[in-house]
Nanobody
Framework: QVQLVESGGGSVQVGGSLRLFCAAS????????AAWFRQSPGKEREGVAF???????FYADSVQGRFSISKDNAKNTLSLQMNSLKPEDSAMYYC???????????????????WGQGTQVTVSS
């Protein structure tokens, strides 16, 4: 049974930083694709950062240069470092994992079979 558990969300002021974590059990980040998605009220869920089994990463344009996704295969933990946060970054953030690898420009949310429960990020001005 796969379980993904996020932590690290919270409240921060504009321009601040947060780091999110996602601990996995029953799934190895050394295979497939892992990602962070976010969803705010009234908006569709958006994939913001992705990391392949080979470590290649890619980002949504809205977070490029500010967010950094990484993984620790030994600890089986996924991370998202978020810098220069903006009010529009406020959302529920979810980690997700797929046993299928992912390709920039060819992401299908349906490929992500495993999801965490979400952690709230609030950025205030």
């Amino acid at each position: 049974q796969v379980q993904l558990v996020e932590s690290g969300g919270g409240s921060v002021q504009v321009g601040g930083s947060l780091r999110l974590f996602c601990a996995a059990s029953g799934y190895s980040y050394s295979s497939g694709c892992a990602a962070w998605f976010r969803q705010s009220p009234g908006k569709e869920r958006e994939g913001v950062a992705f990391i392949r089994s080979d470590g290649r990463v890619f980002y949504a344009d809205s977070v490029q240069g500010r967010f950094s996704i990484s993984k620790d295969n030994a600890k089986n933990t996924l991370s998202l470092q978020m810098n220069s946060l903006k009010p529009e970054d406020s959302a529920m953030y979810y980690c997700a994992a797929s046993r299928v690898n992912c390709y920039e420009g060819g992401i299908d949310e349906a490929d992500f079979a495993y999801w965490g429960q979400g952690t709230q990020v609030t950025v205030s001005s």
